[in-house]
């Protein structure tokens, strides 16, 4: 580029922005060298300038760059001692130029540079100065020459002056910029809406960057301007985000485009397009002037995929259904007691003597997406494009993606921590020059030079460890919101079936525990912990506990009177004839946001049903906050294996080898049509069994547990005080959460009722104990409780399980404990806790032959079978065997 007269050096330009500390590289190449006298024309402005300029000289324009700066009104965060320096604002920042001069050439021939080999030369403009300058062009007009003094940057002494060509075009056309900050848009249809309100903090997430500081701040509510420089006494905390407020962007653009064009656009339009195909099927069963769907008049129960109030378990992997609740039933068993002669209308009319109810479900769980690598799987269909390595990518359901994001946090403080150290650490060793730039009446610099190794490695490790925490928090809120849909539905309709007949409700002073200390829910899953089966565990448990953001109100909702018609926003129910709407409330930002987020659940009853058949304590707008736990239990071969701790394919191949206990013989005689291939062994006739190589977790179960019954433990204590002078009325609510409970609080000690579930949980570790169900039931049941039975796919394992619990109920019926309350006293022992009923029990049998059990199974499946083959049956507990006959298996009934 130049005459091969003329000397040159190697140059670079960075970018010195006002609100970081980083230096941002620009350009760097070969500048000429040119003496005071070939200079003069420069110097003194009166050479012509580009192209063909000082030809004498041989000087052309020798290293260039273009770049948009945002010129900040001084409503961001600035650097320290920038703040309030421009009234008018008009923060653009600086540009630093910087020849390294190496021992070799020292001095070039015919310049005398003054300064020895091993050093730089540097200068600094700022650009600040120039936008009044070049701002009249309507666009940028010719190039203006800034006269930059060359420093040595260890003395401080001026050797020289760089020439710099600065040409000023606006993003809006215009010359000079515009000045105003994106914050300060507030007006009209530009202002963005709070990150507060947005999906990240509506699923209760917390972005775990926000402590830290980081900016920018995706999905959180940025802080007040300059915040971090008030606090007055600085704390340490504050001091912290004083310094990480000056590091600038932890985010790349090209991962912004990303995650904005493609990731959350994409997820948003999936989210649009359920609740389109969601309004449109509820509002065609009012009006036909809303559209009408698609007719699935003809096609069986088990193949329909349109939004109806009945979802089919096999239904389970569409997208567009990801948000239903699939195969959910409220079982209900009723006891009458008759008199010799009653018959018909009368045996009819008589009231129950005894209620029993469960809520019957599928997994609560995002099948849809997948339990391989996180937004690796389309919730379109199909795969998305991942790395060639992917090992390094988080799998699993929510409970392991959580756990992913808080390893990615500390991971990401790591670095932040190793960063602040690295650019203290160069500060430090510049503190010498710094004082001899002073001396010499040059600023010191603000700023960190790029390519220092201490600062980029630490600023590389951040900016990635940031960057996969956005995506992977963006990621998790998707999947949260797919499966607490779900669970709300779920928990929304066993609170509603507790109001029928015989329902909890209606116990003496049950409405006034759960306006007081919420409505217990207890889900009891079957799900084994290994494979697909540990991915929806993990689902499920988040979503489950997401309830506790929610509170249900009931109230009277005539869509025909003024004074009780749907308020803004509701959903109308049109299937129902007790629910008239719903609408659910998001409180933010009243109660908080993100990890503080509430929900309000309004159910608008039929105005007669409210009057009669809503408790007193329950109307008038009482809250009733859902107080959800989980017990879990896996009851077949596949959590046999994970207890056993070898792999399921030797397993198989060790029974496959043996013939079945004079148990099972009739299973053999009947022919298996599954036993005959490995590959098929574990086969429940579900399309996404796990293969050979699932992953196992032999520890979920156990923690799950323990957590269940620390929660219900806090909840007894409140409901039944066993502290001298407490009572119900003056007990205060059950601690949920851990933050929930005081820190000065002393720990609860084991209640009374529940020491016989505590010892089961403790024996459970590493084997199949049913007791655990079976006791945590029965408890939840004494606490007036409402109780919900769910497996992958709500119908085998659950049929088996809520039969059993229904055959219990009889027992203690019949055995004359306690009618009333679900079949127990207030004041069960753990003998009747358990309650053992055998496989050929007559009340059993006859439920499961001959109950609604088996038209469940065939209108999710459509067969009326349950999907159980010999060795599946074999290695369940026995209590939970059906009888052969009723297995896919088996031969036809004649």
Known sequence: AFDASVPSVRASLTFQPPHSIFEEPLASGSCPLLDEASGTGYINGTAALGGSAAAGSGAREAVTARFCPRILAGLEDLLPGMAGTKPGGGYVGSIRLEVAVGYANSIVDNISCGISGGTAVEGT?????????????????????????????????????????????????????????????????????????????????????????????????????????????????????????????????????????????????AFEKKHEAYRKSLLSGISTEFGAVEDEGDVPLFKRRTPKPFRPSNSRGDPLLAGIGFNVHVQSLSVISLSEGDRGAAAASSPPAGVTQSVTHGAPADHARGFGVAGGEDPNGGKKSLPA????????????????????????????????????????????????????????????????????????????????????????????????????????????????DGGPAWRAGQAEVWARHGYLIAFEGLLSAVGKELGMIEDASVAISMLRMVSVVLVPGDVNNSNTSPPEHSVLVPHSPYVRWVRLEHQTPDSGSHSKTQYRLDIGLDPNYYQRRVPEPLKNGTPVRFFPILFQMGVDIRQWGVNAGRGITSQIKADLSKDFDNNDAEARDNGSSSGGGQGSILDDGDDDDDGNDAVADNEILLTLNVEGIRKLNAYAHSVRPTTAGVTVASSPPPAFDSPERPASAPPLPVHPSLVSLSEAIRASAGKMEHSVLDRAAAACQRFGGGSTVFCKSGKDRTAMQVTFKQAQFVQRYMNGKGGGNGGMSSSSSAEEDACPISSDSVPLLLMRKHGNRIPICEKNAGEPKFAFNPLQRKFMPEMLRPEASLCTWSKPET
């Open 125 to 269: 403009v700022e650009l600040d100065n120039y936008l009044d300058v070049l701002g009249g062009g309507g666009g940028g007009g010719g190039k203006v020459p800034a006269l930059v003094p060359a420093i040595d940057a260890n003395t401080g002494s001026r050797i020289g002056t760089f020439v710099l060509l600065l040409r000023v075009t606006s993003s809006n056309g215009a010359g000079g910029g515009n000045r105003s900050s994106p914050r300060s848009q507030t007006n009209g249809a530009s202002a963005a809406p709070p990150a507060s309100s947005g999906l990240v903090s509506a699923m209760g997430l917390d972005t775990l960057t926000e402590e830290l500081g980081i900016t920018p701040y995706l999905d959180c509510d940025a802080p007040p301007p300059n915040s971090q420089l008030v606090a007055s006494p600085p704390t340490p905390r504050g001091t912290r985000r004083r310094q990480v407020a000056t590091m600038g962007s932890f985010v790349s653009p090209r991962f912004l485009a990303r995650q904005s064009g493609a990731t959350r656009e994409r997820d948003a339009a």
């Open 389 to 500: 390595d992917d090992s390094d990518l988080p799998r699993g359901g929510l409970r392991r993606l959580e756990a992913k994001r808080s390893e990615l946090a500390r991971e990401l403080e790591d670095s932040i921590n190793g960063l602040i150290a690295a650019v203290g650490e160069h500060f430090k060793g510049r503190a010498q020059s710094s004082a001899a730039r002073r001396a010499a009446g040059v600023r010191p610099s603000r700023h960190v030079p790029p390519g220092l190794p201490a600062v980029a490695h630490y600023r590389n490790r951040a900016v990635e460890c940031a960057q996969r925490l956005h995506g992977l928090t963006w990621d998790v809120a998707v999947r949260r919101a797919d499966c607490f849909s779900q669970a709300l539905g779920i928990a929304a309709t066993s609170y509603a079936a507790s109001l029928s």
